[in-house]
């Protein structure tokens, strides 16, 4: 496996691989590697025959300095986890270096992140755009691979892919979870263990919703979610909303004819966690 810090050399080994005919698969992360992150991989692999892993932890997606400040890292178990995976390249630059100077662009996306993670993280989704579209130039993939994990960020990154005219395929793969439901997430090894107990409690009350969908208004499943997250006394609920699975536009109604997604933040003591569910799916 080669480690590149430089955009200079990461061009260069993979322009002697495209000149050589290879496919060129990505798989973009912040690192602190889980089977999540290792599932992508798998089926950049499956469709590839090169696999870039890029590790990075973006500041300007961070709207909490806090939030950067704590975010796991550990490069030096990642690296082994990925040559245990059989990773040809991994992408590990300083923030110098993917930032020479300060990136003032602004990315429209409409009302896509004026909602749920968008609202509660202004900028958020602008930090994303920053530096996916700099390391989609940087890698100019036939393929890259995101997690449903995060569901609203799969969608704009489909939106941004669509206006910068990249012809890097974007492939939204399933969410992984750890045996008890909770969705794997890097910021799980921050949990306290009272914290971890808890949170599995957030996936069953989003299949308890989907139950309720046939024979409840929003407003109730709205309501009954809160009330379950909240009634351990170790979660608070940030926002519950059952949207359109591909505008994002938030439904306060359901019908079967319209897929729907709900999605969910909620704080496990000072750790945010999301997680999301299709409701009705697309028509086959
Ligand atoms: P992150 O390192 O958290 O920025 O995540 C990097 C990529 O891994 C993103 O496309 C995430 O959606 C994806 N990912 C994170 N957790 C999971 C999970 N539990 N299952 C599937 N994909 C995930």
């Not at 050589?20 to 912040?30: C, D, H, L, R």
């Not at 969410?175 to 090894?189: K, Q």
């Not at 351990?232 to 359109?244: A, H, P």
Request: net charge negative; proline share 4%.
């Amino acid at each position: 496996m080669k480690v590149f810090t430089t955009i200079k050399d990461l061009k260069a080994a993979l322009d002697t691989y495209r000149s050589a005919g290879e496919s060129i698969g990505f798989v973009p992360t912040m690192g602190a590697l889980h089977e999540g992150h290792l599932s992508l991989l798998r089926k950049c692999k499956e469709q590839n025959t090169i696999s870039v892993v890029s590790i990075f932890v973006n500041p300007t997606q961070f709207n909490d300095k806090q939030d950067l400040t704590n975010y796991p890292r550990n490069f030096n178990k990642d690296c082994d986890l990925l040559i245990e995976e059989a990773c040809d390249i991994v992408f590990a630059p300083e923030v110098t270096e993917m930032y020479p100077q300060e990136d003032t662009r602004q990315f429209d996306f409409g009302q896509m992140d004026q909602v749920m993670e968008g609202k509660h993280r202004p900028g958020h989704f602008n930090g994303v755009a920053q530096i996916v579209s700099k390391l989609f130039d940087a890698v100019e993939a036939h393929r890259a691979y995101f997690g449903q994990k995060d569901f609203q960020q799969l969608a704009i990154i489909r939106k941004l892919a669509e206006l910068g005219k990249y012809s890097t395929e974007i492939i939204g793969c399933p969410i992984v979870r750890e045996a008890d439901g909770l969705a794997m997430s890097s910021r799980n090894m921050l949990l306290s263990a009272e914290h971890r107990n808890a949170a599995p409690r957030i996936y069953q009350t989003l299949q308890k919703a989907k139950q309720m969908v046939r024979s409840h208004a929003v407003s109730e499943i709205t309501a009954m979610v809160k009330r379950e997250v909240e009634s351990c006394g170790l979660l608070r609920l940030e926002y519950f909303e059952i949207v359109q699975t591909d505008s994002l536009q938030t439904l306060s109604e359901i019908t079967a004819e319209i897929p729907a997604t709900a999605c969910i933040a909620v704080f496990a003591g000072k750790v945010r966690l999301i997680d999301n569910l299709e409701f009705i799916p697309h028509k086959k």
